[in-house]
T-cell receptor, first 112, second 112 residues
């Protein structure tokens, strides 16, 4: 069974710090990788996608992918209290009927 | 442009009752998905539809049925609700040729 593992939380960081969220996946042929943010009581919203090895930056967010190690991470620089949410890692193995496998999520709390 | 809508937002059922959760999208997307989200379990795929007229089972299909009524609408039916089906249900859509899934606001279902 394809698995997506996220390091156990919750994670607490002070305002202004870098938050590092990690995710590993079991299916070596996985093609695309996503980070969703979910505020309490709300639906998941996409914040980053990454398809190639290396880093991808978008504002304060950086996604890092290492396919050899089957590892994807999300860095949040200058963390703000508004970043407090649950972050879900999702992996798509590819193929005609594209389906995502989600990790269980990690809850981030940014302390003012 | 509402995106993905779900009805109802909240529902309480008694064991054995039936109900249908509705999902509609105005994004002209071919693929639609039903997930359930339980505490500590992440998002799990119940059923999906790659296109109008097709449906297929996901990870946790038992106790559910689906109908892809047309391109816009994808409904999830509980024929005989059980307490184990207490959960938050999310509908999602995906456009052709892209991996990104867009989520509706969710339905919070309680089965007593």
């Amino acid at each position: 069974q394809k698995e997506v593992e996220q390091n156990s939380g919750p994670l607490s960081v002070p305002e202004g710090a870098i938050a590092s969220l990690n995710c590993t996946y079991s299916d070596r042929v996985s093609q695309s990788f996503f980070w969703y943010r979910q505020y309490s009581g709300k639906s998941p919203e996409l914040i980053m996608s990454i398809y190639s090895n290396g880093d991808k930056e978008d504002g304060r967010f950086t996604a890092q992918l290492n396919k050899a190690s089957q590892y994807v991470s999300l860095l949040i620089r200058d963390s703000q209290p508004s970043d407090s949410a649950t972050y879900l890692c999702a992996v798509n193995p590819g193929g005609a009927n594209s389906k995502l496998t989600f990790g269980k999520g990690i809850t981030l709390s940014v302390r003012p | 442009n509402a995106g993905v809508t779900q009805t109802p937002k909240f529902q309480v059922l008694k064991t054995g009752q039936s109900m249908t959760l509705q999902c509609a999208q105005d994004m002209n997307h071919n693929s639609m998905y039903w997930y359930r989200q339980d505490p500590g379990m992440g998002l799990r795929l119940i059923y999906y539809s790659a296109s109008e007229g097709t449906t297929d089972k996901g990870e946790v299909p038992n106790g559910y049925n689906v109908s892809r009524l047309n391109k816009r609408e994808f409904s999830l039916r509980l024929e005989s609700a059980a307490p184990s089906q207490t959960s938050v249900y999310f509908c999602a859509t995906r456009g052709t040729g892209v991996d990104t899934q867009y989520f509706g606001p969710g339905t919070r279902l309680t089965v007593l």
